[in-house]
């Protein structure tokens, strides 16, 4: 079993860890068996910790847990009415248009493709995102911060993708481009063999804010960003600033 993720807060009544990428919360029903995050807490912690929601498996970042029954009805009823900020960051390819805009888009899981939702017109679940560029990169990349209104399946990566900027290595909608250092800078030696800054999705969950469900104050918690992501952006600062 792979060890406990780190822990970014945890008092009576919650619980919040930072995930890595590729860590499932829960098993999943297409690839059943393989550690979880739930199993690993509740190894630690007992068997009364239990998720609030959920995050991709590819995405890293802040999943928050509830210890007690009266705790998740509560933190889940808070979701369920739109009240949490979310707050994520994604490393785009391609630059939106826009500084500030808002996608709305129904979606629904594809029938030709289980596991993988698609835009439709209608007969789907609608999906609000509000997005914010950050930063952009090399004429291509892009910073975004995303706040999701809505908690769909894969939201941000098919907003993302369908406004024409999918995530970075995202192998379900993007567009297979890879983040190289060759691409970012002028003179670079040493083609043969090189490896892509960042090898996963370039998604992180980076913040939640909600009211504690037992002191009923208002709190935000943030996970920091992995090492991975955080080397990517080094590196797109340090090179790819004066090509834009």
């Keep these: 079993m792979p060890p406990l993720p780190p822990v970014i807060f945890e008092d009576e009544a919650i619980l919040a860890c930072d995930k890595p990428s590729g860590l499932p919360i829960a098993p999943d029903r297409r690839q059943p068996g393989g550690p979880t995050l739930l199993a690993l807490l509740r190894a630690a912690r007992g068997d009364g910790v239990a998720s609030v929601h959920?995050?991709?498996?590819?995405?890293s970042g802040?999943?928050?847990c509830a210890?007690?029954?009266p705790a998740l009805d509560f933190l889940s009823g808070q979701f369920q009415s739109k009240t949490v900020g979310r707050n994520c960051l994604a490393l785009t390819t391609g630059l939106p248009e826009q500084?500030?805009?808002r996608v709305d888009l129904v979606l629904k899981e594809?029938?030709?493709?289980?596991g993988h939702m698609c835009v439709v017109k209608k007969h789907g679940q609608t999906a609000v995102t509000d997005f914010r560029v950050l930063e952009r990169f090399a004429g291509r990349f892009a910073l975004v911060e995303c706040r999701p209104q809505?908690?769909?399946q894969h939201q941000i990566r098919v907003h993302l993708a369908a406004t024409g900027t999918p995530i970075l290595n995202d192998a379900l909608y993007g567009n297979g481009e890879v983040l190289?250092?060759?691409g970012l800078k002028r003179g670079y030696k040493g083609r043969e063999g090189e490896q892509p800054l960042l090898r996963r999705l370039a998604l992180h969950a980076a913040a939640l804010t909600f009211t504690h469900p037992l002191t009923r104050e208002?709190?935000?918690l943030a996970a920091p960003l992995p090492a991975d992501f955080a080397v990517a952006l080094k590196y797109l600062r340090k090179f790819g600033t004066a090509r834009r």
Excluded: Q
Aim: hydrophobic content about 35%.
């Design 110 to 114: 594809d029938e030709a493709a289980p």
């Design 67 to 69: 210890k007690s029954k």
């Design 150 to 152: 809505t908690g769909r």
């Design 62 to 64: 802040l999943v928050l």
């Design 99 to 101: 500084d500030e805009y």
């Design 218 to 220: 208002k709190m935000t």
């Design 54 to 59: 959920r995050i991709d498996d590819a995405t």
């Design 180 to 182: 190289l250092l060759s």
